[in-house]
């Protein structure tokens, strides 16, 4: 029946015979022959082997292949799954595998193999790199990672055979890995029954406890299920509506974090029974709900709507908790059968229906894709390791863009993860944000239902202090990506100037030794494939000047030289010292803005726009005062002479306050004047003076003149004032 949860128990009698019948129950084109042929290979290569438990060896593809069966993979999984120890325990090489049993079965065998025969340092770098491999293989066929959960369910359903510290240490890497991977995947079978294994190994007084509580009560529990659901049939018959429904006590681990938690005890866990009620279709599904309310009274706040809102791993369902009969509570989900389908076997309940069909969302699911983005732009193992764990704990609120799409995003996730979560270069101009058409700071935590607007300045870029405020993986990784490539590029450009120079004095061209290619030593020599490389590696010192010159051949270079070298390109030794001083100098100036490069040059604002930095910018020159510098949105901007424009930027390093205009518009309430000011002095924030007047219909207007760094400290301070009760708007006049 769709309600029953999953048999996943270790089968010691499994033979290839219960085997093939289980598959020819579900896959009546299976190509048995090829199958046996598959099981009898496998046997032979790992016939002279024995388990811990003492079984041969044989039991455990049998029990993998048997999992796959249950989760109604293909043909080629469960091939998969009967030879998937065999190119790492019995040297047989990937290609006699494609030969015999097809190029599918050969690559996802080879995306579950161990990559024991590496030496690592430490055990964790060990599983880092076994993890990293076996992401990057389940990006070209996402067989490969159900292969491996069907691997661990039966290594952790026979881990009693191992020793204590091997338990945990398997137990641990499946909760950290295994079980987020199955939830992200959506098998949540799989999920829920390696979260009660582990549960077991890793906190045992606990797991034994409640196996010990649950089976106390196991007769009257189950007396209570079966007149609950013959209740709710009834009540259902009512209005015509017919379904499955099924009961059974939540799994322990699920138990368990509700006490952890709650801080609470088994006996003060209320919801210990989930019911589950199947039906033909989404209709039927809310009028279910409705029968449901109407003969019990539901808890407040313990709805959830997930037909209408899927979870990311496209798991929908209604769920909703009731006070059940004898004033019980009780947990009850309601979806369809299909549904039902999706949320216990997840992608793989897919699989029948799109087989090889590598352009499906099988093929290539968007999670998927980004982990192999992540893989290419993060340095170890360790750290791609940390990026897949953060990003796996997905969920937890549904946010929604102004258009009215939704956007799910892990707890405690900013308005700069949901800007990161649209697109990179959102993410990068982000200057705020609104939440429910109210200014909020970058730091702020979302929650579900928040409706999320992201203000963006093309003239801003990611900080360092942005990696503090964001949660997810993505954006921390396209935060450093950026702040990467802004290194690299400036490397490059002092690298480039330094070897210049030093090619000039030694009276040949960058452009002349390269046709020549003298540098062929010294890239053989670092592994650099261009020339660029070479110019990021000379500014960022990892290869100075004088070992560059001394690897080509057309300077001459002997022992003389090279006491002259020495001596005469001292200078160029400290090249990029002075580089690095000149950028400071040019910028370390009191004008705000740098006008094309120079630093002596007189500045003013326009004191119609008022820029401050973060503002789009724009400078003209003025005849007899200099440069004036207007916002790229200034109304006067038409009536300027476009021969006349400069470029202009701001100056990073310019640090004094800038004058700002706000107008607020508020109930004309006594006092008012008083609370505003009072608050943005909290804020830190100076007022050069204020402006007020009373308006009709019981408001009032202020001009506050204020005092800010920049951009984002306007933002802030904005947010601040538009918190007050009695404002009703906050614009920068």
Not at 10 to 35: G, P, V, W
Not at 401 to 411: A, H, I, S
Not at 422 to 433: I, K
Request: charged share 30%; glycine share 6%; with cysteine.
């Amino acid at each position: 029946m769709f309600g029953e949860r999953i048999d996943f128990s270790h089968e010691a009698n499994l033979t290839i015979d219960e085997l093939i019948k289980r598959i020819e129950a579900f896959q009546s084109d299976a190509d048995i022959s090829l199958i046996r042929k598959c099981y009898e290979f496998a046997e032979k290569m790992h016939s002279s082997v024995k388990r811990s438990s003492g079984e041969p060896y044989i039991i455990h593809p049998l029990n993998v292949a048997g999992t796959l069966v249950k989760l109604k993979m293909d043909q080629d999984s469960i091939m998969a799954g009967l030879l998937h120890d065999v190119v790492e325990d019995c040297d047989v090489s990937p290609e006699d595998i494609s030969k015999q049993f097809g190029q599918s079965v050969a690559q996802i065998v080879v995306g579950c193999t161990k990559i024991s025969k590496i030496k690592f340092k430490t055990k964790e770098e060990s599983q880092a790199e076994n993890f990293r491999k076996m992401v990057v293989a389940m990006a070209q066929d996402l067989r490969v990672i159900i292969v491996k959960l069907a691997d661990r369910m039966h290594n952790m359903r026979t881990l009693q055979y191992v020793s204590k510290e091997k338990q945990m240490n398997k137990a641990q890497e499946t909760l950290d890995i295994y079980v987020p991977l199955a939830s992200r995947l959506g098998i949540n079978s799989v999920k829920g029954e390696l979260e009660d294994l582990c549960l077991r190994y890793l906190h045992p007084e606990v797991y034994y406890r409640l196996a010990e509580k649950v089976s106390m009560k196991r007769s009257e529990r189950e007396t209570y299920i079966r007149e609950t659901i013959e209740l709710m049939h009834e009540k259902m018959l009512e209005y015509s509506v017919r379904g499955d429904v099924a009961g059974r006590p939540k799994h322990f681990y699920s138990i368990y974090k509700k006490m952890t938690q709650r801080g609470v005890d088994f006996e003060q866990v209320q919801d210990l029974l989930a019911f589950r009620i199947l039906v033909g279709n989404i209709t039927e599904c809310y009028k279910v709900l409705g029968i449901i309310h109407s003969a019990f009274i539901p808890v407040p706040g313990r709805f959830k709507d997930y037909i209408a809102i899927p979870k990311v791993n496209n798991y929908q369902s209604l769920h909703t908790s009731v006070i059940g009969p004898e004033g019980e509570r009780i947990e009850i989900q309601i979806r369809t059968f299909e549904m039902h389908e999706v949320a216990e076997r997840g992608v793989a309940a897919h699989w029948k229906y799109k087989e090889r069909d590598k352009s499906s969302e099988l093929g290539k699911l968007k999670w998927v894709e980004e982990l192999m983005e992540f893989n290419q732009n993060v340095s170890s193992s360790s750290e791609f390791m940390d990026v897949v764990k953060n990003d796996l704990d997905v969920g937890g609120i549904f946010v929604f863009t102004p258009k009215g799409d939704v956007r799910e995003l892990r707890y405690g996730a900013t308005p700069l993860d949901f800007a990161y979560a649209v697109h990179t270069e959102v993410g990068n101009h982000t200057v705020g944000a609104k939440i429910n058409g109210k200014m909020v700071p970058l730091k702020y935590r979302l929650k579900s239902g928040d409706t999320v607007e992201i203000l963006t300045s093309k003239a801003q870029t990611p900080s360092k202090d942005w990696l503090k405020i964001c949660k997810s993986s993505r954006a921390i990784t396209k935060i450093k990506q950026y702040l990467m490539k802004i290194e690299r590029d400036k490397n490059r450009d002092v690298g480039e100037n330094l070897l210049d120079k030093a090619m000039k004095e030694f009276g040949t061209t960058v452009k002349a030794v390269e046709k020549k290619h003298e540098f062929a030593k010294l890239f053989d020599k670092h592994h650099y494939k261009t020339l660029e490389e070479l110019y990021v590696n000379i500014g960022s010192g990892h290869v100075t000047i004088n070992e560059v010159l001394a690897s080509i051949p057309s300077i001459e270079f002997n022992e003389g030289d090279e006491l002259k070298l020495k001596d005469e390109n001292k200078e160029l030794d400290t090249y990029l010292k002075k580089v690095t001083k000149s950028a400071r100098k040019s910028s370390g100036n009191d004008n705000a803005v740098i006008v094309d490069g120079l630093d002596d040059i007189v500045v003013k604002m326009g004191r119609c726009c008022n820029p401050i930095p973060g503002d789009p910018i724009n400078g003209f020159i003025t005849r007899g005062r200099g440069i004036t510098v207007h916002t790229k949105g200034c109304k006067r901007i038409d009536e300027l002479e476009a021969g006349r424009r400069i470029a202009v930027e701001w100056n990073k390093e310019y640090r004094f306050n800038h004058p700002v205009n706000v107008k607020v518009v508020t109930h004309d309430k006594p006092g008012i004047l008083s609370k505003i000011s009072k608050c943005i002095n909290n804020a830190g924030i100076n007022i050069r003076s204020a402006l007020a007047r009373s308006m009709p219909d019981q408001k009032g207007s202020f001009i506050f003149e204020i005092e800010v760094k920049d951009y984002s400290e306007l933002l802030k301070t904005l947010s601040t004032i538009e918190s007050l009760e009695e404002v009703i708007s906050v614009t920068r006049a």
